[in-house]
C-alpha cells in the first residue's frame, strides 16, 4: 500500500494535522528565510481545468517562495483535455513531471480518479459543487489568526449554499469543533444539501435556516459570504433572478458586533459593496493572503519535509 498522502477532502486531515499546518503556516511568516530553499529541486504541477485565480496562483507563489519550481496549465482549452484526453491520463502523464499536483476539475470526484493513476500527492483545489480543502485550510487559519480559536463560534454562511463547495467543506471541517453553531443565510432555492444537514444533525451541532441576513446579523462571530455562482446553473433566468439575493454594505453591519470577521473565498461579485473593504471588520483578501502561507505550509507536510 502507498504511504502517499493526498488531500481530497479536508476530513482526510485530522484535527491535529490541522494544528500543525496552522504552526508551520504561523512560523513561515516568522521566520520567512528558514523556508525559502527548503523545497529547492522539487516541482509543483497546478492542473486547472476550470478557471481561478487566487487558488493556482497561491499555490505557485507558495511553491516558489518555497525555493521550488512550477508548471500546469490555467485551462482545459490549454492542455490535451481540449483534444479528449481523459483526466487519468493526463495525470498519470503529469506524475512523470512533477513531485506534487495541484488541480481543479469541474466533475464532482475527479480528484480521486486523480489519486489513483499517480503515486505523487494530490491536492484537490475544488471539485464542480463538491469540495475545496485548501479554501478551507484557508478558512480555518484566518479565523484562528483574527479570533485567536476555532471553537465557541456562530458563524453564518450566507449565499449559494446549495452549490458552495467552499461552504460545504467550511462545515465539514467546523463539526468537529467545540461549540460551533451555524445559521445558513440564503434564499430556498440554494439552501445547503440534504446530506449536509443530516452530518450537521449527526454531529448535534445547533443550526437554522434564514432566508434575510438581518435575522442573523446580532449573533455573529464569523460571517462568510459567497457568490451566486453562473457557472454552476442550468438556467440562466433563475441566475439572474438570485444573483443578488444578498448585498452586504455598511448599512447592513450596523447591528454586527465589533469584532465580527467578514470572510469571503472571492471572486465576489456583487454580495459585498466595496465600501465595506475598508471597515476593520472585512478580512476577505486578508484571508487570500492567508491561503498562500498555508498552502506553504500543506506542500511541506505532503512532500514529508519537515
Ligand atoms: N477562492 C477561490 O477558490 O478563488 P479562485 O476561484 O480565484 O481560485
Known amino acids: 500500500m502507498s504511504n502517499v498522502r493526498n488531500l481530497i477532502n479536508i476530513t482526510d486531515l485530522s484535527l491535529a494535522e490541522i494544528d500543525h499546518l496552522i504552526e508551520i503556516a504561523d512560523d513561515i511568516v516568522a521566520h520567512p ?11 509543483l504541477a497546478t492542473l486547472f481545468f476550470e478557471p481561478s485565480t487566487r487558488t493556482r496562483l497561491s499555490f505557485e507563489a507558495a511553491m516558489l517562495e518555497l525555493g521550488g519550481s512550477v508548471l500546469g496549465f490555467s485551462s482545459a482549452n490549454s492542455s490535451s483535455a481540449a483534444k479528449g484526453e481523459s483526466v487519468s491520463d493526463t495525470i498519470r502523464t503529469v506524475g512523470c513531471y512533477a513531485d506534487i499536483i495541484a488541480m481543479r476539475h469541474p466533475k464532482e470526484g475527479a480528484p480521486i480518479v486523480a489519486a489513483e493513476r499517480t503515486t505523487v500527492p494530490i491536492i484537490n483545489g475544488g471539485d464542480g459543487g463538491h469540495f475545496h480543502p485548501t479554501q478551507t485550510l484557508t478558512d480555518l487559519l484566518t479565523i484562528k489568526r483574527k479570533k485567536g480559536r476555532l471553537n465557541n463560534l456562530v458563524i453564518g454562511l450566507c449565499g449559494d449554499l446549495q452549490f458552495g463547495r467552499t461552504v460545504h467543506s467550511l462545515i465539514e471541517a467546523m463539526l468537529r469543533y467545540e461549540n460551533i453553531e451555524f445559521i445558513l443565510i440564503s434564499p430556498d432555492e440554494l439552501k445547503v444539501p440534504d446530506y449536509i444537514k443530516e452530518e450537521m444533525n449527526k454531529a448535534g451541532v445547533k443550526w437554522r435556516e434564514v ?6 446579523m446580532s449573533e455573529l462571530d464569523i460571517l462568510y459570504m459567497t457568490r451566486v455562482q453562473r457557472e454552476r446553473f442550468f438556467n440562466e433566468a433563475d441566475y439572474i433572478r438570485l444573483k443578488d439575493s444578498y ?12 469584532d465580527l470577521a467578514i470572510l469571503h473565498p472571492l471572486p465576489r461579485v456583487n454580495e459585498i459593496s466595496v465600501e465595506v473593504d475598508d471597515d476593520p471588520r472585512a478580512c476577505y483578501f486578508f484571508q487570500a493572503l492567508c491561503g498562500k502561507h498555508i498552502r506553504m505550509a500543506l506542500i511541506l507536510f505532503l512532500l514529508g519535509i519537515k
Open 33 to 43: 528565510e528558514m523556508y525559502n530553499e527548503i523545497c529547492a529541486h522539487k516541482k
Open 247 to 258: 448585498i452586504l454594505n455598511l448599512d447592513k453591519l450596523k447591528t454586527a458586533k465589533e
Open 211 to 216: 432566508t434575510r441576513l438581518e435575522d442573523a
